[in-house]
């Protein structure tokens, strides 16, 4: 048997062979990206890769070398690609993203849009992000806001992304790949529900609850410890809920929602801060029909399509780690008429001026169906 000693010192033999060996294809790739860009060539040649992949693993016969010779020359191809971009971008190819870099957003007389009525947690969003002093209308729903956008009715849409304990609104995601809208800002609000019912209400008389329905999932824990087999009825809004209770004034139901709808609708405020998570908030996008975006910006959205097959994510990710890029969040939402085919949403620090954003998103484009950015905020 050898020692553990020696068998490292050939270890280290080799490796010092293989960067070496690994230097001089780097330096070939540099000469095909040349050639490349000179001819207006794409960099990702995936016909060609599959056929030198399918020769490489032919040259073995056990299944484990198999495997870990694709894997590997999978690597050195997406290494040398990723050297390709960096050159593509030292060459003055960029993505046409088509924003236009500020160094701040004029809101005076802006126009706002948000869902819901008086009352509901997108106003609070709205007030805090613009400023009480802003005008702003609500819509029955967020697909109302979009089109208020698109038409041109309004400036700006305040929009629910995200819940710290519900997690994503997936209608969101939906909305953001059908409308032609760029994010501009985003806004966190602390969730503090509360149970809401016409004055002189006891919790021994409620029979029904309303509120939306992250907000009833998000209080689950009150209801049944407090209020069991009451009937939870999901509404658009929580404000929604809250202007019910008032209109309809029954001792019977209840609406759960923020303590500001107690005063708007003349409610008794029955149990205060009643979500399971103490720590609960809401995530709200600030989107715009205009493609814009602040030079100090340090978030940007993208979305892409990818097919169904083998290690297709793990691939783009790639992008992201290699240029030091630090990815923050990834959602996916199915593709209409194409089972099992996905849009893949992902949030990642940076701006569109650094560099390192700017070889991602050319390894992306080319790499990736249908990019969008959807924003740098």
């Known amino acids: 048997m050898k020692d553990l000693k020696d068998i490292r010192v050939e270890i280290d033999t080799i490796d010092d062979q293989l960067l ?19 001819n207006h060539r794409p960099v990702l040649d995936k016909k060609r890769e599959d056929e030198k992949l399918g020769v490489l693993t032919s040259k073995v016969e056990e299944p484990f070398e198999k495997e870990g010779i694709r894997e590997l020359f999978e690597l050195i191809m997406s290494t040398s690609r990723k050297r390709q971009y960096q050159m593509m971008r030292e060459h003055g190819v960029l993505v046409d993203h088509a ?6 957003f004029d809101f005076k007389g802006a126009r706002i849009v948000y869902q819901g009525v008086e009352g509901a947690y997108s106003q609070v969003a709205t007030e805090k992000f613009f400023g009480p002093d802003q005008s702003s209308t609500h819509v029955t729903t967020w697909k109302d806001a ?15 992304i995200e819940n710290s304990t519900a997690g994503a609104v997936t209608q969101i ?12 800002g985003e806004e966190i609000i602390k969730i503090e529900h509360a149970l809401l019912a016409v004055p002189g209400t006891k919790l021994s008389d409620i029979k029904r609850v309303y509120s939306h329905p992250q907000a009833l999932m998000q209080c689950d824990h009150f209801l ?26 029954r001792k019977d139901q209840a ?31 600030i989107v715009s029909s205009q493609r814009k975006f602040c030079t100090d910006a340090g978030h940007i959205s993208i979305c892409f399509e990818l097919p169904n097959e083998e290690g297709s ?11 030091s890029i ?36 050319i390894g992306l484009s080319e790499e990736t169906r249908n990019l969008r950015i959807l924003g740098n905020y």
Do not use: C
């Not at 994510?313 to 240029?323: A, E, G, K, Q, V």
């Open 20 to 38: 070496k060996l690994y230097h001089q294809r780097l330096l070939l790739a540099g000469n095909v990206a040349e050639y490349k860009i000179a």
């Open 99 to 104: 924003y236009q870099p500020v160094e701040a």
């Open 146 to 160: 979009m089109e208020a956008l698109k038409e041109g009715r309004a400036d700006y849409a305040v929009l629910p």
């Open 173 to 184: 995601y939906d909305l953001l790949s059908a409308y032609d809208v760029s994010i501009i």
């Open 224 to 249: 049944q410890d407090h209020l069991p087999g009451v009937e939870a009825q999901s509404l658009l809004n929580t404000a929604v809920s809250a202007q019910k209770i008032h209109d309809e004034g």
């Open 255 to 285: 609406a759960i929602a923020g303590a500001i709808n107690a005063r708007i609708y003349d409610l008794e405020i029955l149990r205060s801060s009643i979500q399971d998570e103490k720590k609960n908030e809401t995530r709200f996008l």
């Open 313 to 323: 994510l793990y691939r783009i990710l790639s992008h992201f780690t290699f240029n």
């Open 326 to 361: 630090n990815m923050s969040r990834i959602e996916s939402r199915p593709l209409e008429g194409k089972p099992w085919e996905y849009r893949f949403f992902v949030d990642f620090e940076g701006n569109l001026l650094d560099d390192s954003v700017t070889n991602a998103l």
